[in-house]
């Protein structure tokens, strides 16, 4: 399973994504899921995934090659003239990986399924968020749904419902992010560190703070260990039950 969080602040995008893949009890390893791509002045697009692997890393390869290979960049993800036709590259380059590999029936489709969050900003445009399904559609964050999450959401989705805010800075949404994550892998042992993250601030088009952080990282820890003491002494503090 995956766990993976994009969120849109005034300070720009926020990105968050755990590393581990799980194909059974005894078959664990750990994949980047977050790829981020940068013209430095003209567009900065980080792509994050969950689902089958196979189809997740053709879908990235299949978007960079082309990047790779050629100088021209026609028809390319970091030519596209807006993040809606940058979202439309991606979610039929999603869609023809998936249908590709697919054999007939339901079932098979199912097996090679994935699901992408997309942001950045393509100069000329505000940042944007788009959320990215199988069957090659996609919807974009606005002000009633300002964050997206895909993959094993339910555990880490209260604090993100809860705490929220537009206006908070880059550390406080980190912050805000490690004690989604922390629910998350307590509650759910196919989401694991270490975590990959990447901050966007908003009309800079360059790749902003980017990093990994590991699961004996000295902050994260501390996180976790306050916000368990906190949920225990927020639970002390209620008044019991009368019967």
């Known amino acids: 399973m995956t766990y993976c969080v994009g969120m849109i602040l005034d300070k720009g995008l926020v990105f968050m994504s755990d590393t581990r893949t799980n194909a059974g009890l005894d078959n664990i390893s750990t ?26 890393q053709s879908v990235v390869s299949m978007l960079d090659e082309p990047i790779r290979r050629t100088d021209e960049r026609q028809s390319t993800l970091l030519c596209a003239p807006s993040m809606f036709q940058a979202a439309l590259l991606v979610a ?19 097996a090679f399924n994935a699901t992408m969050i997309l942001g950045g ?24 749904t300002p964050f ?9 989705r209260p604090i993100l419902i809860r705490a929220y805010d537009r206006k908070m800075n880059f550390e406080e949404a980190m ?7 922390d629910s998350t892998l307590k509650a759910n042992l196919t989401v694991g560190a270490p975590f990959d993250y990447h901050l966007y601030e908003a ?17 994260f820890q501390k996180v976790s260990e306050s916000w ?14 009368k019967f």
């Open 228 to 241: 368990g003491d906190a949920l225990k002494s927020a639970l002390d503090s209620l008044e019991n039950f």
């Open 203 to 219: 009309d800079s088009l360059v790749s902003g703070h980017a990093g990994r952080i590991e699961i004996d990282d000295p902050y």
């Open 92 to 110: 039929e380059t999603l869609h023809e990986v998936i249908e590709t590999r697919a054999d007939a029936g339901q079932k098979a489709e199912n």
């Open 31 to 56: 994949f980047s899921k977050l790829k981020t791509w940068e013209a430095p002045g003209e567009c900065v697009l980080t792509l994050m995934s969950a689902g089958n692997l196979a189809t997740t």
């Open 175 to 181: 912050k805000l992010l490690l004690v989604s994550f």
């Open 148 to 156: 997206f999450q895909i993959g094993e959401m339910k555990y880490g």
């Open 121 to 144: 900003q393509v100069a000329g445009g505000p940042p944007r968020l788009f959320l990215i399904y199988p069957e090659g559609n996609f919807i974009e964050a606005a002000e009633d």
